[in-house]
């Protein structure tokens, strides 16, 4: 099994900028590809980016086109979500996933490992 654990999440003004963070531990070695979601109370859960592993191919919506960036660090297998320009509307629970077949997918159905979440806020 894979442990994921997200952090950097908080309170910014519109317009600025957060790094959330996920470390990952256990059964790391089996993950093809890792991804991010959030989830707004009452709605559905949004995919919001994704990266192979072994060849960092990314995967993003419009939504968050040209402000987010997923990344990682081999060395501390740790996943990033560098998050600019940020509106009121990207206020959610920022959820870190890890699937262990290969290919990148925006579906939550698809990803096998899920961390527990950090709370994002952006204020207007």
């Known amino acids: 099994q894979v442990h994921l654990i997200e952090s950097g999440g908080g309170l910014v003004q519109a317009g600025s900028s957060l790094r959330l963070s996920c470390a990952a531990s256990?059964?790391?070695?089996?993950?093809?590809?890792m991804g991010w979601f959030r989830q707004a109370p009452g709605k559905e859960r949004e995919f919001v980016a994704a990266?192979?592993?072994?060849?960092?191919?990314?995967y993003y919506p419009d939504s968050v086109k040209g402000r987010f960036t997923i990344s990682k660090d081999d060395a501390n297998n740790t996943l990033y979500l560098q998050m600019n320009s940020l509106k009121p509307e990207d206020t959610a629970v920022y959820y870190c996933?890890?699937?262990?077949?290969?290919?990148?997918?925006?579906?939550?159905?698809?990803?096998?490992?899920w961390g527990q979440g950090t709370q994002v806020t952006v204020s207007s």
């Open positions: 990266i192979a592993w072994a060849n960092l191919a990314t």
């Open positions: 256990g059964r790391s070695i089996s993950s093809r590809a």
């Open positions: 996933a890890a699937r262990q077949v290969e290919g990148l997918s925006r579906r939550a159905i698809d990803y096998d490992y």
